[in-house]
């Protein structure tokens, strides 16, 4: 375009020159096109021997990281308008109905519902078809935050609070439970809990029952070894014993689940008490306990059974190498044979095909100073996410392989979880199922730890990632990185003193970072930084809490509950009745614990509250 003009430039330069020629000299005997030709060719070949071959990018050539602005978030998030219609609950609105423009002003803790809250003025439609494709982007997001920089206040909480969908929500203090379960059931929400950190206040959850084929169990004996073993750094020794035990689990496994008539008893308990009543007698190879003639029974009927394979492949060890193997299945599980481990694992009310029916809350309430039992959460998503797949395939085929209700996973301390057995592969496969996971940590080191290489697939296979605050190095580096660089102006000065003294300045142009890795170190507490896939990143204040519509309603919500605790769980109790409490899946000191949180200052670490003014029910 540039060289176009300047032709045009000196044209126009060289033909004024000919009539100028041409009435001064008078040298009507050419003609004046061909004159004008001669001049313009001329002027061409000048113009490319002489032009400037340089390429300059003027004002990028060190970077060109910007700040993201209210126009780059546009395309990408439903914009909170006064018009929008109250109680709506269709999140899968097209983006036809949406403004042509961006608001001339962002009014700060104002989402519209129908998107995932990511700061207070950032948020991500869940709309999974956008007017224009390239606008698409995944629901997965990336939570990075040193510990009270607000993951769970100012981002898992108020995205229960949009309502928008089914949430799986790990609650490492039963904080989230407390907080909001009162909430979504009141707006219809199927609420279940699984509570690792006091059994005997949980639902139940029973594994076998999402055991369909053999490679189902295979899925679960892997989260049980994976989380289980001390020490993940297997010695050729270490990995022997592994295998041995593995054999022995989908054998078992396979038996009960295939072989075993009697439904009630296809649990874990069933496993554990079958490994306790294994016998091997080192001086007697021709010993046969009852399992063993129980396996025997099978393989004449079904020789080329699962679980008789299996089971036979173990047996190949010598008694007192079968004996040690038995020994340590029994040290694995004795997780299992606790009372009230039991009572959980006997039986499923977690009807986990059934979160992408209807709108459901199941809260995974884990002990964050404990992660003993960690691991029965990893078995769940494991499995939840295989059955809603599946589901997703079978049941909604029609719907192009979706679930009616989008399922999201708040995955709070997700590094506590342990590993998810092929986690990096099915965060790339749940999008096109209408399934998006909020993997929340403290820092990047600790998804190192225990995905290694696979870390890469999973940060790249979420579009969003959002920094709360934290000091941890390779976060900080990571961050620097994928925020950019600009170009900016610097100058030097020099001067030189004496007879014949001068001063100069200098003016050159160098990148720098957006923000240094100390800068990001020291962010303020109420702001964090936003980067969405393909769009400069945002540096903004964290959405505010006490902002959102519903959160007076909750308010509301819970101190009836912590006052009048009776009335709250059954208003038409009768008399004779015995008490029901109100959070009967939580024990009295958790109760305790939620009043101390609703009654403390509320100005800790609040961000800044721009807007004020609550207008309940707008969004909703
Ligand atoms: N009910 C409340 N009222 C006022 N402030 C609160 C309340 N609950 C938490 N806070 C404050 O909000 C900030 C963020 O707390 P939050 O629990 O969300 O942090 P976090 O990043 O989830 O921490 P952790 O890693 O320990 O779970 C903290 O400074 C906390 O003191
Ligand atoms: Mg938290």
Known sequence: MREIIMNIVIFAVFGLLSVYLNTTFNLMAIDNVILAVIVGTTAVLLYIFTKDKRKYRKGIEHGSARWGAREDIFPFMDFYSPQTPKNTSNTKSSLSTKPTKPPKVIIPNKIAKSNIILTATEGLTMTSRPKLPKHGRNKNVLVFGGSGSGKTRFFGMPNIMQMHSSYVITDPKGELYLFLSKLLKRFGYDVRVLNLKEFDKSMGYNPFDYINKEDDILKVVNVIQNSTTENTKSSADGDFWTKSEKLLYMALIGYIKFHVKDKTLHNMNTLVDMVTKMEVRENDETFKSQIDKDFERIAEMHPNDFAVRQYRKFKQGAGKTLKSIIISCGV?????????????????????????????????????????????????????????????????????????????????????????????????????????????????????????????????????????????????????????????????????????????????????????????????????????????????????????????????????????????????????????????????????????????????????????????????
């Open 332 to 620: 694995r599980l004795s997780v299992f044979d606790i009372a009230a481990v039991r009572r959980v694992m006997e039986q499923d009310q977690m009807k986990l095909e059934t979160i992408g029916d209807r709108k459901t809350a199941l809260f995974i309430i884990t002990d964050d100073s404990d992660t003993t039992y960690n691991f029965i959460a990893a078995m769940l998503y494991t499995q939840m996410f295989n059955v809603l797949i599946n589901r997703a395939e079978t049941k909604y085929a029609s719907n192009g392989n979706r679930l009616p209700i989008h399922v999201r996973c708040i995955l709070d301390e997700f590094a506590n979880l342990g590993k998810l057995p092929n986690f990096q592969r099915l965060i790339s496969t749940i999008r096109s199922r209408e399934i998006s996971a909020c993997i929340i940590v403290q820092s990047l080191s600790q998804i190192k730890e225990i995905y290694k290489d696979s870390m890469n697939t999973i940060i790249s296979n979420c579009d969003s990632k959002l920094f709360l605050g934290g000091d941890d190095e390779e976060t900080l580096k990571y961050l620097t990185r994928v925020i950019g660089k600009e170009t900016i102006d610097t100058m030097d000065n020099s001067e030189t003193k004496g007879k014949s003294g001068s001063f100069s300045k200098q003016y050159k142009k160098q990148g720098r970072e957006l923000m240094t890795t100390d800068e990001l170190a020291r962010l303020d507490g109420g702001k964090c930084v936003y980067i969405l896939r393909g769009v400069p990143p945002f540096l903004s204040e964290k959405y505010d809490i006490e902002a959102h519509p519903v959160y007076p309603f909750m308010q509301k919500l819970n101190k009836i509950a912590i006052q009048n605790p009776m009335q709250q769980a059954n208003p038409n109790r009768r008399p004779h009745q015995p008490p029901q409490h109100p959070n009967k899946l939580l024990s009295s000191q958790s109760i305790k614990q939620s009043h101390n949180l609703n009654t403390r200052n509320k100005n800790i670490h609040n961000p800044t509250r721009v807007n004020k003014k609550i207008k309940g029910g707008n969004q909703l």
